[in-house]
C-alpha cells in the first residue's frame, strides 16, 4: 500500500487513512501487519469484493494487483513443485510472455497450452532464459524467475536452477534502487524478500558439498551474492531508528534462513 500511493511513512498512510470514510483502522494495525502477526482482511478470500485491500484500491487503484502479485506464492522455498500451481501462474502473464514458457498443441484448429505437467518448454538454454527475463519488466521478471527455478528444480537441471534463483534476487536488488522504492519500510520488504530467494539457493547450492567445476563456481557465485546482501541489509539496518532496526531484525530472523545468523550490527 505504501509503494502505491507513493507515500514513505506509515504515519503518513494512516493519516490519510483516518480522514477516509470507511477506511479507519485501529491504532497500530499496520505495525502489526509488517511484523506479520495478524492479516488483512481479504488474504485468505481475494474473490471477495469488499476486503479492506480492495476499499483501499479505490483510492490507490493498483493496491489490490500488487497484493495479489504471483511472486508472493513462490519466494519461500518449497521443494516440492505444485505444477497446476505454476502453470497458472504463468498463464496469468501477459500471452507474450508465457507463450515462451508454456509449450502448445493444437486442438481444433487452435494452439492450446498442453496438459499438466508436460507443459513446460525444457530445452530453453540458459543464455536464452536470460535474454527473455531480461526484456521483462521487473516484477514480471521476477515472477518468471521464481517459476523457472521451480520447474529447472522438478527437472533436476542444476544450472537452470541456480541461475534462475540468483536471477530473482538480483532482480529484487535492482528493485531497491527504483526511485519510488526508497521509503525505508519499502526497502525493508524488498531486503526480507531477497533473503526468502537466498534461502532456497543455501539449501540447494551453498550447503550441498560441490559435485563438479560447475557447482564448485556457482556456489561461488551464490556466495558472493549473500555477502553483496549482507551488506546492504547492515546498511539499511544502520539507517533505521533502534525500534525500526529491531523490528527489522527480528523479521529476518523470524522468516528467513539467512536471516537466523543476522544481529544488524
Not at 47 to 52: C, D, M
Not at 87 to 105: C, G, M, P, W
Not at 111 to 117: E, H, K, L, Q, S
Not at 134 to 145: I, K
Request: proline share 4%; charged share 25%.
Amino acid at each position: 500500500m505504501l509503494l502505491e500511493s507513493g507515500l514513505t511513512e506509515v504515519q503518513e498512510l494512516e493519516a490519510v487513512f483516518g480522514k477516509t470514510p470507511g477506511l479507519k483502522l485501529a491504532s497500530g494495525l499496520w505495525s502489526r501487519y509488517m511484523r506479520g502477526e495478524v492479516l488483512p482482511q481479504g488474504t485468505l478470500l481475494p474473490a471477495a469484493r469488499n476486503t479492506l485491500v480492495h476499499r483501499v484500491a479505490k483510492f490507490f487503484p493498483r493496491t489490490s494487483d500488487t497484493f495479489y502479485a504471483p511472486f508472493w506464492d513462490f519466494l519461500e522455498w518449497d521443494p516440492i513443485v505444485n505444477f497446476d500451481l505454476v502453470k497458472s501462474t504463468y498463464l496469468k502473464l501477459n500471452e507474450d510472455i508465457h507463450v515462451q514458457f508454456v509449450a502448445r498443441i493444437e486442438v481444433d484448429g487452435e494452439r492450446v497450452p498442453t496438459a499438466n505437467g508436460k507443459f513446460w518448454y525444457l530445452p530453453k538454454s540458459v543464455e536464452a532464459r536470460r535474454r527473455v527475463v531480461a526484456a521483462l519488466g521487473d516484477w514480471d521478471s521476477l515472477t518468471v524467475c521464481l517459476l523457472e527455478a521451480r520447474m529447472s528444480y522438478a527437472a533436476q537441471n542444476f544450472e537452470s536452477f541456480a541461475d534462475s534463483q540468483l536471477l530473482a534476487c538480483k532482480t529484487i536488488a535492482r528493485l531497491q534502487k527504483v526511485q519510488k522504492l526508497q521509503a525505508k519500510r519499502l526497502q525493508g520488504v524488498l531486503l526480507t524478500m531477497e533473503a526468502l530467494c537466498l534461502d532456497a539457493l543455501v539449501i540447494n547450492v551453498i550447503k550441498p558439498t560441490p559435485l563438479n567445476q560447475t557447482q564448485y563456481q556457482t556456489r561461488e557465485r551464490c556466495r558472493d551474492w549473500m555477502k553483496n546482501w549482507n551488506r546492504r541489509c547492515n546498511a539499511h539496518a544502520e539507517s533505521l531508528s533502534s525500534k525500526s532496526r529491531l523490528a527489522f531484525v527480528r523479521t529476518l530472523q523470524v522468516d528467513t534462513l539467512i536471516g537466523r545468523s543476522f544481529d544488524g550490527h
